[in-house]
């Protein structure tokens, strides 16, 4: 069964600092995608990438950039320079078939100014 | 462009009490989604429809109804509402093709007393 864990429940840094979150997961399909979502503050969830199992190049959106290994089964998240409004809580998620989601526990990030 | 819209956005119900909350989408889209999100547990999927008419399971369906008699509304009913379902409730919708990112509803905060 597909799985996903984000073992780093809460990041604290402080501003300006670079952070990553960690995201591994599991499954036995041979095609499958990787999502990442934000949670700000206010509670709606925001979709940021979507990553499929046979595209492995890195990505870069301003200060954002993920990272995927197959060979790790991981798609982790790296934020550069951080900012205070990036506090949020991140979820990763995999697809199951191609109807539903898995999603992480979440990673909850706090930047401090 | 109202995208996924949850009603109501906040109740309490009394254990026993029984509520539907309302999502509704103008995107068009085939799939929809009903998760719950609670501390440290990520958001689970409670049920799910891939098209009008259609309902399946999802991960945590025990206690749920849903309905998708229209294509753009997807009910979510508690039949005998109990404090093991105070959560956060949030809609989601896809497009038919697969694999494409969902689109959330700003939740439902629900508290059984």
């Known amino acids: 069964a597909q799985k996903v864990t984000q073992a780093q429940t809460e990041i604290s840094v ?3 600092e670079d952070v990553t979150l960690d995201c591994v997961y599991e499954t036995r399909d041979t095609t499958y995608y990787l999502f990442w979502y934000k949670q700000p ?7 940021l990438i979507r990553r499929n199992s046979f595209d492995e190049q890195n990505e870069i ?6 990272n995927f290994q197959k060979s790790t089964s991981s798609f982790n998240f790296t934020i550069t320079a951080s900012q205070v409004v990036d506090s949020a809580v991140y979820f990763c998620a995999l697809t199951q078939g191609a109807q ?14 | 462009n109202a995208g996924v819209t949850q009603t109501p956005k906040f109740r309490v119900l009394k254990t026993g009490q029984s509520m539907t909350l309302l999502c509704a989408q103008d995107m068009n889209h085939e799939y929809m989604y009903w998760y719950r999100q609670d501390p440290g547990m990520g958001l689970r999927l409670i049920h799910y429809s891939v098209g009008e008419g259609t309902t399946a399971k999802g991960e945590v369906p025990d206690g749920y109804n849903v309905s998708r008699l229209k294509k753009q509304n997807f ?13 956060v409730y949030f809609c989601a919708s896809s497009p038919v093709w697969g694999y494409q990112p969902q689109h959330f509803g700003d939740g439902t905060r629900l508290s059984i007393l």
Do not use: D, H
């Open chain 1, 61 to 66: 959106s301003g200060r954002y950039s993920w």
């Open chain 1, 14 to 16: 402080v501003e300006k």
């Open chain 2, 75 to 87: 009910l979510l009913g508690l039949e005998s509402a109990a404090p093991s379902q105070t959560s």
């Open chain 1, 41 to 47: 503050p206010s509670g709606e969830l925001v979709f």
């Open chain 1, 100 to 113: 539903k989601l898995v999603f992480g526990q979440g990673t909850r990030l706090t930047i401090n100014p």
